[in-house]
């Protein structure tokens, strides 16, 4: 494909993908710019600023209340926890799952799908009477929690997928050389498919960063992240510009996410089906 | 999934290395059902006293006319939201160059609407979609155009469709994108020397590679779009005149109502969908692992 000489009609192509490319680009990105224009403009009647203006009133806003401030202490805490518990579950299972036969592991992949595809809303009720008989409503922990329902299975399904290319040789001579399976897994294991930690945590981040509907019905008083922070900014009159503030600080942390596993990503892994 | 069974270790004992999954697993997701499937035979007032009422939730819901109504455009929805997401991300990860600045910048572009949370998602595109200041509003009246998705279903339509494919199109291209990077060139020389046409390559060199990830995106895709809530309900809230009511937003209105006997019922239903759609796709990938491995002997 690339050796092939760079003919009209070749060229042609690579121009139209360019072309494509860069529309899709656009359609992706205008949205954002609204955004960011936004959150520079003082969207409300204020006695000192002119409306529609360029201004800083909106950051200057999230910072002056603890509500909008704390939601992103918040938010960081119950990804990071919910990112970690994943994870260290997920790691033993998708082994399990990759190197051994079981009565039953048939099964486990059908019970994955299903909670993958739970719909939040199918479980808030119970998850908040739940929760709050042991006290885990208003809590990053609560949160951190209920989204492993979605997130486990992706990530024993994206782990099993590298664990799965690592040849089982390695295990085998380890074992030999007289390794346990924890001083295996942490010394040569996880070297090996760092990449697909770093590929699942992007997808748990992913999905947990921006979940609405557990969020809310586990934070009722406090506890609230970012989503939820605001929520409680949609009312009557509302400041747009302040949300789309927010929305904008939300985007940072996710913005250095995709940063450290662009490579990653862009090397490319496989899913097995 | 698990497809080398002859490379793997026979040993119950594995199932040790399972439990801290499932143990999670079993405390957010099993208990939580069987608590609503408790529930969903109970007309409920408060949580202590509530009155046995067998099947009549479900009796009840089956039969609304709403109900169907909602499944309907629930199927309708996520079958516009396929058909445009999968092919479309396919295609873009297809043009995508398979180095360069260029092309991890676009990805990383392509992957920023996934990381923007849902509730602001209809914000954008409202304030954008705004006549007095948003950019697109003011383009499309330039243009003469009327974009009313206030008032008009087909216009709430089409924004919760592009909206929704602004959302994950970023998700179909990186899986397909992740995918077609594992592929190597020498396979791509082998079908220019057999003199493959374009459309061979993909159908017999790239699309095989793909499976995997395309179950994936599919099965992501179908769900979260047939169950949209957040954003369909900030859009238009189910309007106009319910036309944007899916199955999720009626599941919505009568937590709310704190109506705990219906919605239970309803959750069960809507779960025993997920079970099928799950057993389904389950069915699929069997067939076609037992199909590539046969072509593999």
Redesign the interface.
């Known amino acids: 494909?690339?050796?092939?000489p760079a003919t009209t009609g070749a060229k042609a192509k690579s121009a139209f993908?360019v072309v494509?490319?860069i529309l899709?680009?656009l359609?992706?990105?205008?949205?954002?710019?609204?955004?960011l224009v936004?959150s520079f403009t003082s969207t409300l009647h204020r006695d000192d600023i002119v409306q529609?203006q360029y201004s800083l009133i909106n950051f200057r806003n999230i910072l002056g209340s603890p509500v909008l401030s704390g939601s992103i202490v918040n938010s960081i805490a119950y990804v990071t926890l919910n990112v970690v518990?994943t994870i260290?579950?997920?790691l033993?299972?998708a082994?399990?799952?990759?190197?051994?036969?079981?009565?039953?592991?048939?099964h486990?992949?059908?019970?994955l799908?299903?909670?993958?595809?739970?719909?939040?809303?199918?479980?808030?009720?119970?998850?908040f009477?739940?929760f709050s008989k042991v006290g885990l409503v208003n809590s990053p922990v609560g949160i951190a929690?209920?989204h492993?329902?979605f997130n486990?299975p992706i990530a024993?399904?994206i782990l099993?997928?590298f664990i799965?290319a690592v040849p089982?040789e390695l295990d085998e001579t380890a074992f030999i050389d007289g390794y346990s399976l924890p001083q295996f897994a942490v010394r040569q294991l996880l070297p090996l498919i760092a990449p697909g930690v770093g590929?699942t945590a992007f997808f748990c981040f992913?999905f947990s960063?921006?979940?609405?509907?557990f969020a809310r019905i586990l934070t009722v008083t406090g506890g609230k992240p970012?989503?939820m922070a605001?929520?409680t900014l949609y009312g009557f009159r509302t400041d747009?510009g302040l949300?789309?503030a927010?929305?904008l600080v939300?985007?940072i942390p996710?913005?250095a996410?995709?940063?450290f596993v662009?490579?990653h990503?862009?090397?490319?892994?496989?899913?097995?089906? | 999934m698990a497809a080398n069974d002859h490379l793997r270790t026979k040993s119950n004992a594995a199932w040790w290395l399972l439990a801290p999954a499932l143990g999670v697993l079993a405390f957010v997701g099993v208990l939580p059902l069987l608590t609503i499937f408790n529930y969903s035979f109970f007309d409920i007032f408060t949580l202590e006293t509530r009155f046995w009422v067998g099947t009549e939730w479900y009796r009840e819901i089956l039969s609304s006319q709403r109900f169907v109504e909602s499944l309907a455009r629930s199927l309708l929805f996520s079958a516009i939201v396929l058909s445009i997401q999968i092919p479309l991300g396919i295609f873009i990860a297809l043009l995508l160059p398979r180095q360069g600045r260029f092309r991890t910048l676009m990805l990383m572009l392509l992957a920023l609407p996934l990381m923007v949370p849902w509730n602001t998602v209809p914000s954008m595109w409202v304030s954008f979609l705004g006549n007095s200041n948003g950019f697109g509003g003011q383009t499309l009246a330039f243009l003469g155009l009327d974009f009313d998705y206030k008032f008009n279903a087909v216009h709430t339509w089409i924004l919760l469709v592009a909206m929704d494919t602004w959302h994950w199109i970023g998700l179909v291209v990186i899986l397909c994108y992740s995918s077609l990077s594992t592929i190597s060139p020498a396979y791509y020389q082998a079908a220019a020397i057999d003199g493959a046409k374009r459309l061979q390559v993909f159908r017999f060199v790239e699309l095989p590679k793909m499976t995997g990830v395309l179950m994936m995106a599919l099965l992501l895709r179908f769900m979260d779009s047939f169950m949209i809530y957040t954003e369909a309900f900030r859009v238009n809230a189910g309007g106009p005149n319910h036309l944007t009511s899916f199955l999720s937003l009626d599941l919505g209105e009568e937590i709310a109502a704190y109506d705990y006997g219906p919605a239970a019922a309803r959750s069960i239903i809507y779960f025993l969908i997920v079970l099928l759609v799950a057993w389904a796709f389950k069915t699929i990938m069997n067939i076609h692992q037992s199909q590539t491995s046969r072509g593999a002997q």
């Open positions: 494909m690339m050796v092939s993908a494509f490319l899709v680009a359609f992706i990105a205008m949205p954002f710019v609204q955004m936004l529609w518990i260290l579950v997920a033993p299972a082994y399990a799952l990759s190197r051994y036969r079981f009565t039953g592991d048939k486990i992949f059908l019970l799908i299903a909670f993958r595809i739970t719909p939040p809303v199918v479980l808030t009720l119970p998850v009477i739940l929690l209920v492993c329902v486990i024993i399904w099993e997928s799965s089982k590929v992913m960063w921006v979940e609405v509907v970012i989503t605001i929520n747009i949300v789309m927010m929305t939300s985007l996710g913005l996410v995709i940063y662009r490579n990503i862009a090397k490319g892994f496989i899913v097995r089906s």
